[in-house]
């Protein structure tokens, strides 16, 4: 590959690549596809079968990924946004004590006001 191929290819993104323990189940399912296909001797069109199988599950791994990338995200924002006393009652509050209806509405657990993280 060329310093000019290199150039024109497309960066691959961290949102592109399955974390380590994810792509170890990647490679799983390649290998055991593959010696079941080699098994049973039906290499055409069980490595068709074998790229849609994997292409899928890559497709739900990264969307899980995504996903608790996603809740771990909105966690932390919670931690940090709330704010240390209830606009209302003055009363102490912190992430753990609230309960949330929202990405970022709490209710007070003293007197049920909402309370929007900052």
């Not at 960066?11 to 079941?36: N, R, V």
């Not at 003055?90 to 007197?111: F, L, Q």
């Amino acid at each position: 590959m060329t310093e000019q191929d290199k150039a024109d290819a497309p960066e691959q993104t961290k949102d592109d690549e399955l974390p380590f323990a994810l792509g170890k189940i990647q490679g799983a399912i390649w290998l055991i596809g593959l010696a079941i296909i080699a098994w049973q001797n039906w290499w055409w069109p069980g490595i068709l079968v074998l790229v849609a199988i994997s292409g899928l599950t890559e497709a739900g791994l990264k969307w899980y990924a995504n996903k608790q990338q996603h809740e771990e995200t909105v966690a932390a924002v919670r931690r940090t946004a709330v704010p240390a006393t209830c606009p209302n009652c003055g009363s102490p509050i912190t992430a753990d004590t609230v309960k949330w209806t929202g990405e970022t509405t709490a209710v007070c657990p003293y007197c049920g006001t909402v309370v929007t993280a900052a």
